[in-house]
């Protein structure tokens, strides 16, 4: 959920970031043979309590959604983003301290922080690919090019660092890495390479515009894989269609390596509750 700034405690500046967001992944299993200690009494007053902490997750961090999540690796998730990590984690901790909380197991999680990539052109950059591309420099179409991405760059800098969570039905979370093998070692390849390759890999993904989001955020440092991948897509079929059509991008196909994939659907604590049979 997205919500407008709020007044909170000022946190200790020196946990939030120069540039971006903070951003957390937790997944949920319930815990039956501890739901089953509960007596119905206890049960509706869990439950109860539940709802409000989640309900204040989503008037507390900047950006806070839940989600329920498909197959045996949990049955909810939260993703969280605020400039403060404790916010975050207090999100997190706030939760397994209800009276369902006892109930609750955490499965995964994965912590990481929103950035601008290396790879994403500034203007003059920008600029200077159309030339390369076949546009002449000072021409009609280039100077209608450069203007244009010139109005995009604030609004794509600002979904990169602070975005807004689309509500879109279906989401998918993948950890992944970039690989170090001799005959493929990311890291020892020249950025002019580099940036060749993730600019392939962007284009790829322009295909699905206006049918899935895509945020990358950087763990490096932070987690045990380098990257996080969350995806949001207007159809569940979305998903495996642009993860499908990316894979075949030399960067992707040639350098990258992936972690668990978790897909959810967007739900609120009611309907997770629901669905939990809670």
Same mark, same amino acid.
């Given at each position: =959920? /997205? ?5 909170? %405690? ?17 997944? !949920? ?7 089953? &200690? ?5 049960? @509706? ?14 008037? #507390?961090? *900047? ?5 329920? @999540?498909?197959?045996? $690796? ?9 400039? /403060? ?13 209800? $009276? ?7 499965? !995964?999680s994965f912590i990481s922080i929103t950035e601008i990539s290396e790879y994403v052109p500034t203007i003059e950059q920008y600029a200077a690919r159309l030339v390369t591309e076949g546009e002449e420099e000072g021409s009609p179409t280039y100077e209608a090019k450069v203007n244009a991405y010139k109005q995009r760059e604030p609004?794509?800098? &600002?979904?990169? +660092? ?13 950890? =992944? ?7 493929? %070692? ?8 580099? %940036? ?8 790829? #993904?322009?295909?699905?515009? #206006? &049918? ?7 763990? @490096? ?13 207007? %159809?569940?079929?979305? +998903? $495996? ?8 991008? *030399?960067?992707?196909? $040639? ?16 309907? @997770? ?6």
């Amino acid at each position: =959920m /997205n919500r407008p700034p709020h007044a909170q %405690n000022l946190p200790d500046p020196s946990v939030i970031p120069e540039e971006g967001w903070h951003c957390s992944h937790f997944y !949920y299993a319930f815990d039956r043979a501890a739901l089953q &200690k509960l007596s119905g009494r206890q049960l @509706v007053a869990a439950r109860k309590e539940f709802i409000g902490i989640i309900s204040e997750g989503e008037a #507390g961090p *900047e950006r806070f959604q839940l989600s329920i @999540v498909s197959g045996h $690796k949990a049955d909810f998730g939260l993703m969280i983003m605020d400039p /403060n990590p404790l916010t975050i984690d207090r999100a997190h901790q706030r939760l397994l301290g209800t $009276k369902l909380g006892a109930a609750i197991t955490t499965t !995964y999680s994965f912590i990481s922080i929103t950035e601008i990539s290396e790879y994403v052109p500034t203007i003059e950059q920008y600029a200077a690919r159309l030339v390369t591309e076949g546009e002449e420099e000072g021409s009609p179409t280039y100077e209608a090019k450069v203007n244009a991405y010139k109005q995009r760059e604030p609004i794509m800098t &600002k979904q990169r +660092l602070m975005p807004d969570f689309p509500q879109w039905p279906a989401t998918c979370f993948y950890p =992944m890495n970039k690989i170090r093998i001799p005959d493929a %070692n990311w890291f020892m390849t020249d950025f002019s390479e580099r %940036n060749r390759l993730m600019a392939e890999h962007a284009r790829s #993904g322009m295909g699905f515009a #206006g &049918k899935v989001q895509q945020l990358i955020t950087t763990s @490096v440092g932070l987690d045990d894989w380098e990257w996080g991948v969350t995806l949001w897509a207007r %159809n569940p079929e979305y +998903l $495996k269609d642009i993860v499908y059509a990316m894979r075949f991008d *030399e960067a992707s196909a $040639k350098y990258a390596e992936f972690g668990p994939f978790y897909t959810s659907y967007i739900a609120t604590a009611e309907e @997770v509750l629901a669905h939990c049979d809670i």
